[in-house]
Each structure stands twice: as structure tokens, then as C-alpha cells.
């Protein structure tokens, strides 16, 4: 999906129409006619259907590839909008019962658009339109943004002697599948048309045991093609579908078992193969591989894991729960092997705030309001108010907001970084070398504690703490309706316009934070010998290592009857308590073996058996 700026071009007369680098231009503007379709931003939904007439689009068979329209007003909005067009043999709109229905197959756009004033935006399709140079065509454009701007939004149109445009709006969403009451315009959007002459696509109609039908029988270079196979009965299936002798990758849809491939810059020629249903293996495995389930299914059905749910042991960071298998778990055509995933949370985490807010607040760390950009910061927190953190793994920050407003925020990244420093300079600059990016991800800033935790822990040596929060992909996308408000205590910091990287200055606050911290408990290891004596005390043992015994292991020793070799009581692993280990002696019976070999006779005494 994409949608960018159109070249310049100079308006047009009515009416004009003309094939200018393949686009038809429809319309005029140099006089001044503007409506609010294709949509109405006043409202935070909006539906319109307009009649572009096959006189206007000529009567050659062409591939309809994008649209382009010109908004009358200056500055730019962005809108997420689908795009649907159909054959009709209406010329007007005359009354509800003319609206004009469509399906998920007249689709050919959906996406995010940014519309800039007095510049052509060209809408650029998913899937061509293949307009049959006979019919009219309706154009139909739902816009479902859910956001009402603060500034009225127009564009170009030129009229018509009859009402061939129809639009709704509302505050609620409209389904575009039902007949919402109207109005009724004679002026229609006045439009570019991109055209191009579609390739042929062909399927194979001698296919043993089965058949195959194709969604569209004319595209472009990058449309999404579509077969469907047909067995000839419930025994066979379809096994492979090829395109043009394989050199174009095709793709399985394993819930419908449909076929799907990109239209090559040529005419595509599409075969398949069918035959007999037979079984496949399908492994379930554990995180480490561990084979959990073994099971042996009928090509073309779903299989089903009937074991235990997986689990995965803590380590000395996180938890872990399972959440699911690696891939859908849908209809099999070959041997498959699903994996178990799990979802990682952090563990003996404690918390520190760094100060408490001393009754002031700020847009530190992030803004969000109506006449700016999302606002990244950088911050620096100073050593003295860290002292009981230093060798700590840093898990996670905790803002505090004064209200319980949202922001969503596409894309926010987080960096630490331990600076020589404790005042930021004039200038805007990127994290520092040393900088540690511990959180990358879509978040909402919401209520009033904001909580990020990050992907992986930060180990902080102690120095003035550098933080700083921006997006990846900045934009008026980000914009939000209201202002948020954070509690901040006087220190120096600084935040900037991470839109443009433009405008930045200073203030003296810190955003009040809570840092919370893997909190290292430790335990006492006593090894003891088999009568109790202590032979070695390991104090704080980190929980979750490994301890290791470094005396001396008492001598073997042997009778008539027992070898004796010794062993720990328990196994070494990582320790969550305090515990002794203590020494066992294991007695081994002493047994002779011979051993013949040919005519020679050799004897053994085995004292570990």
C-alpha cells in the first residue's frame, strides 16, 4: 500500500479530458469549484459514491492503476481511507435505494494517505481496476480515520446537470455494506487517472484429476493474483500451482487452499498439479527442541496438540509463559514442525524513584497536543541521585502524569546512556556512542503512572544517567487532541520537536521517574561431609547462579567387599535459597570378570562394579 505527492501540473478547463503520461485528467481549476468529497473532515467517518460516466473514460479497455485529487485548501492532513470501484450502469443518483453496494473484492486500496494542499496526492491502487470501456464506473471512497480536524477541508470538483455524487458522514462508524441515508451533489472530484494496458492471464483447462479458476483474467505488473483449485473428487487435492514453467514464485494460502502470485511484467500462463490425499508428520517441539508431540495427519486438515501445555523454566532475569506456537496452526500440506513461544517477563525486579515531584510539571519526557509534533527529550539524571543504584540492572521506568489523558505513540525508543556531564548542550544531539537502546516499540502513554519496560536490562555503573525517549517515525499521524501533562522536579534537561529536529531548548526539570531494578538476592551455600562436618560456607551466592565447591574432596577408599567413591547429595544447580549440600558416599561392590579370548584365559578384578 502507499500513496505519495503527484508531479506539479498547471489546471484545465471544463471540460477537459486528455491522455497526458498515461493519466486521463478529469475536471477543472481555475474556477472555483470545491465540495467535501471524496470525505468530510468535519465528521470522524465519512462514505461517498460519485459516477464518472464511460463517455468521460473513453471506450478502450484499460487497467486502472491509481487516482490522484487536488485539495483546495493549503497545508496537509492525513487520513486512513479505503478505495472501492465497481461497474454500474446507473448514470445518477435519483434515491437511497441507487446506493451502491461493494465487497471486499472491489477493493482497491486501503492504507494512510497524506493529502497536501495545492498539490496533486496520488493514490497509488493495491490491485488494478479493470475498467471494461463500455460501463460507468463508481468511484467509492470510505474514510474511517475516527478523528475530527480543526480545519474545514475541501477539494476540486467540477459539475454535472445531474446529482452523480452521493456522501455521508457521521461520529459513529458507518459500514459501508449497509444504505445509510445522504446527500445528494452535482459536483463530482476532479480526478487523474492513471491507465495502463493489462497483460493476459491464462489457466490450464487439461488438468488431470481437478481444475483451477483465476480471480482476474487481466493485470498489471504487481497485482495480486488468485487461483482457485478444484479436485475432481474428495480423494485428490491440489498439490502445486505453477506459473508461467515456475519462474514465478507463487504462494499457498493453507486456510482456503487458494494460490496466490504477483503479476509478472508479461502475460502469465497458470498450470497445477492434483493427486491422492495422504498423511504428513507433524512435530510439536519445546523452546530447546525437546520433541513434545508427534502426530501423523491427513494432508489438507488442521492438525491438534493434545499434550501438555509447554513450559519453559525460569532463568535469572525472567519468567516465561506460553503464549503459542511459532506459525498458525491451520490446514497442513507437507511434514510440518511447530515450536512453542514464549512470553518473557522480568523477575525479582524492586523499584527506586529517583525524587518526588516538587509540585510542577511539564510535557517532559513526551507531547502531544493539537499545535505540535510529538516531543522526544533528553534528560540527565545525576549521579548523587542514583547512589543506590549503581550496580544494578536497570527493568524498567515509571513516569507519573497530573492527568489520566492517553497519547499513542508509533514506534518510541528509549535510550540509557552514562555521560561525563551534568548540563546538556545547545544543540539537539543523537544518543551517544555508548548509548544502549533498551526499549523499541508502539506505546501509549495513559492514566496516571506510565510504566515502560524495557526489552532487556541496563547495567548502570553509576555515572549521570542520560535518557532519552523519542520516536522512529515522527509525523502529524502522531497528533493528539489534548496536552499531556507531567509531574517534573527542578533539575536540568531538555527536550526538542522530534518532528523536524528544528526547534529545541532547555528547561530546568526532570520528569519525576521510577526505576526499577533486578534486586539481587543472595543466599548462603554450606557443603558438608556425610558425617556433617562443614567442609566449606559460600556466603552471597547471587540467586539464580550456579554455586561451585572449591576444597578437597575426602580420598576413595576401599574393603574386601566395597569400593567407595562420593557424590553431592543433590544436584548442583542454580540456587533460589539458602541450602547445604551435603557430601554422600556411595559403596560399589567389588566383582571379578573373566574374560576368553581364544585359547588364552585373562582374569580381571573390577573394583567399580
Known amino acids: 500500500m502507499s500513496a505519495v505527492k503527484g508531479e506539479e501540473s498547471s489546471y484545465w478547463s471544463y471540460p477537459k479530458k486528455s491522455y497526458t503520461t498515461s493519466k486521463l485528467w478529469l475536471g477543472f481549476g481555475t474556477e472555483d469549484h470545491r465540495s467535501i468529497v471524496p470525505f468530510d473532515c468535519s465528521d470522524k467517518y465519512s462514505i461517498s459514491e460519485q459516477i464518472y460516466t464511460a463517455s468521460e473514460l473513453g471506450s478502450d479497455e484499460h487497467a486502472i492503476t491509481a487516482i490522484d485529487f487536488s485539495m483546495y485548501e493549503s497545508g496537509e492532513i492525513t487520513r486512513n481511507i479505503d478505495v472501492y470501484m465497481v461497474h454500474t450502469d446507473l448514470s445518477e443518483f435519483k434515491s437511497k435505494k441507487d446506493f451502491i453496494k461493494v465487497s471486499e473484492s472491489d477493493k482497491v486500496f486501503s492504507g494512510s494517505v497524506k493529502f497536501v494542499g495545492d498539490?496533486?496526492?496520488?493514490?497509488?491502487?493495491?490491485?488494478?481496476?479493470?475498467?471494461?470501456?463500455?460501463?460507468?464506473?463508481?468511484?467509492?471512497?470510505?474514510?474511517?480515520?475516527?478523528?475530527?480536524?480543526?480545519?474545514?477541508?475541501?477539494?476540486?470538483?467540477?459539475?454535472?446537470?445531474?446529482?452523480?455524487?452521493?456522501?455521508?458522514?457521521?461520529?459513529?462508524?458507518?459500514?459501508?455494506?449497509?444504505?445509510?441515508?445522504?446527500?445528494?451533489?452535482?459536483?463530482?472530484?476532479?480526478?487523474?487517472?492513471?491507465?495502463?494496458?493489462?497483460?493476459?492471464?491464462?489457466?490450464?483447462?487439461?488438468?488431470?484429476?481437478?481444475?483451477?479458476?483465476?480471480?482476474?483474467?487481466?493485470?498489471?505488473?504487481?497485482?495480486?493474483?488468485?487461483?482457485?483449485?478444484?479436485?475432481?473428487?474428495?480423494?485428490?487435492?491440489?498439490?502445486?500451482?505453477?506459473?508461467?514453467?515456475?519462474?514465478?514464485?507463487?504462494?499457498?494460502?493453507?486456510?482456503?487452499?487458494?494460490?496466490?502470485?504477483?503479476?509478472?511484467?508479461?502475460?502469465?500462463?497458470?498450470?497445477?498439479?492434483?493427486?491422492?490425499?495422504?498423511?504428513?508428520?507433524?512435530?510439536?517441539?519445546?523452546?530447546?527442541?525437546?520433541?513434545?508431540?508427534?502426530?501423523?495427519?491427513?494432508?489438507?486438515?488442521?492438525?491438534?496438540?493434545?499434550?501438555?501445555?509447554?513450559?519453559?523454566?525460569?532463568?535469572?532475569?525472567?519468567?516465561?509463559?506460553?503464549?503459542?506456537?511459532?506459525?498458525?496452526?491451520?490446514?497442513?500440506?507437507?511434514?510440518?514442525?511447530?515450536?512453542?513461544?514464549?512470553?518473557?517477563?522480568?523477575?525479582?525486579?524492586?523499584?527506586?524513584?529517583?525524587?518526588?515531584?516538587?509540585?510542577?510539571?511539564?510535557?517532559?519526557?513526551?507531547?502531544?497536543?493539537?499545535?505540535?509534533?510529538?516531543?522526544?527529550?533528553?534528560?540527565?539524571?545525576?549521579?548523587?541521585?542514583?547512589?543506590?543504584?549503581?550496580?544494578?540492572?536497570?527493568?524498567?521506568?515509571?513516569?507519573?502524569?497530573?492527568?489520566?489523558?492517553?497519547?499513542?505513540?508509533?514506534?518510541?525508543?528509549?535510550?540509557?546512556?552514562?555521560?561525563?556531564?551534568?548540563?546538556?548542550?545547545?544543540?539537539?544531539?543523537?544518543?551517544?556512542?555508548?548509548?544502549?537502546?533498551?526499549?523499541?516499540?508502539?506505546?501509549?502513554?495513559?492514566?496516571?503512572?506510565?510504566?515502560?519496560?524495557?526489552?532487556?536490562?541496563?547495567?548502570?555503573?553509576?555515572?549521570?544517567?542520560?535518557?532519552?525517549l523519542r520516536n522512529s517515525s515522527p509525523g502529524n499521524d502522531h497528533i493528539d487532541k489534548h496536552f499531556a501533562s507531567m509531574w517534573t522536579f527542578t533539575s536540568p534537561a531538555r527536550y526538542k520537536d522530534s518532528l523536524n529536529y528544528k526547534y529545541s531548548y532547555a528547561v530546568n526539570a526532570l520528569s519525576q521517574c521510577t526505576f526499577g531494578f533486578v534486586d539481587e538476592e543472595y543466599h548462603t551455600v554450606t557443603w558438608q561431609d556425610s558425617d556433617g562436618t562443614v567442609l566449606e560456607i559460600d556466603n552471597d551466592v547471587v540467586c539464580g547462579d550456579i554455586p561451585e565447591y572449591n576444597g578437597i574432596i575426602p580420598e576413595n577408599y576401599e574393603n574386601e567387599m566395597y569400593y567407595f567413591t562420593y557424590t553431592w547429595d543433590k544436584e548442583i544447580k542454580a540456587v533460589t535459597e539458602t541450602s547445604a549440600i551435603s557430601i554422600k558416599a556411595q559403596n560399589m561392590r567389588r566383582v571379578d570378570r573373566k574374560y576368553s579370548f581364544g585359547l588364552k584365559y585373562y582374569f580381571f578384578t573390577n573394583k567399580y562394579y
Open 119 to 468: 498539490e496533486w496526492t496520488t493514490i497509488k491502487f493495491d490491485n488494478s481496476f479493470i475498467y471494461n470501456g463500455i460501463q460507468n464506473v463508481a468511484l467509492i471512497i470510505d474514510e474511517n480515520t475516527g478523528l475530527v480536524e480543526d480545519f474545514f477541508t475541501s477539494f476540486y470538483t467540477y459539475h454535472s446537470d445531474k446529482d452523480i455524487t452521493w456522501a455521508y458522514s457521521a461520529n459513529s462508524d458507518l459500514d459501508i455494506e449497509t444504505t445509510p441515508s445522504f446527500y445528494e451533489y452535482s459536483n463530482k472530484n476532479a480526478v487523474r487517472i492513471s491507465m495502463e494496458t493489462p497483460y493476459i492471464v491464462t489457466v490450464d483447462n487439461n488438468i488431470s484429476l481437478g481444475s483451477i479458476k483465476s480471480d482476474r483474467f487481466k493485470a498489471v505488473k504487481g497485482d495480486t493474483v488468485t487461483i482457485t483449485p478444484t479436485a475432481n473428487s474428495d480423494a485428490y487435492y491440489c498439490k502445486s500451482v505453477t506459473v508461467n514453467d515456475g519462474t514465478v514464485e507463487v504462494t499457498r494460502n493453507a486456510k482456503d487452499n487458494t494460490f496466490s502470485f504477483i503479476m509478472p511484467g508479461e502475460n502469465a500462463s497458470v498450470t497445477a498439479e492434483f493427486e491422492d490425499l495422504h498423511d504428513v508428520t507433524v512435530n510439536w517441539k519445546n523452546y530447546d527442541n525437546t520433541i513434545l508431540e508427534t502426530d501423523y495427519v491427513q494432508i489438507m486438515t488442521s492438525p491438534v496438540y493434545n499434550g501438555k501445555t509447554p513450559t519453559r523454566p525460569s532463568d535469572d532475569f525472567y519468567d516465561y509463559t506460553f503464549i503459542g506456537w511459532d506459525k498458525e496452526v491451520t490446514k497442513v500440506y507437507d511434514d510440518t514442525t511447530y515450536t512453542a513461544v514464549y512470553k518473557a517477563s522480568p523477575i525479582k525486579t524492586a523499584e527506586f524513584t529517583v525524587c518526588y515531584a516538587d509540585s510542577s510539571h511539564s510535557c517532559l519526557p513526551y507531547e502531544c497536543s493539537s499545535n505540535n509534533a510529538l516531543i522526544g527529550s533528553e534528560q540527565i539524571y545525576p549521579s548523587s541521585l542514583l547512589n543506590s543504584l549503581k550496580g544494578k540492572k536497570l527493568w524498567s521506568m515509571t513516569f507519573y502524569s497530573s492527568d489520566d489523558n492517553e497519547i499513542d505513540v508509533n514506534g518510541l525508543q528509549v535510550y540509557l546512556a552514562e555521560v561525563d556531564y551534568d548540563e546538556l548542550l545547545d544543540n539537539w544531539v543523537d544518543p551517544p556512542e555508548n548509548a544502549v537502546k533498551v526499549y523499541d516499540a508502539d506505546y501509549r502513554f495513559g492514566g496516571f503512572e506510565c510504566v515502560i519496560n524495557f526489552d532487556k536490562p541496563y547495567e548502570y555503573g553509576g555515572g549521570n544517567l542520560m535518557v532519552i
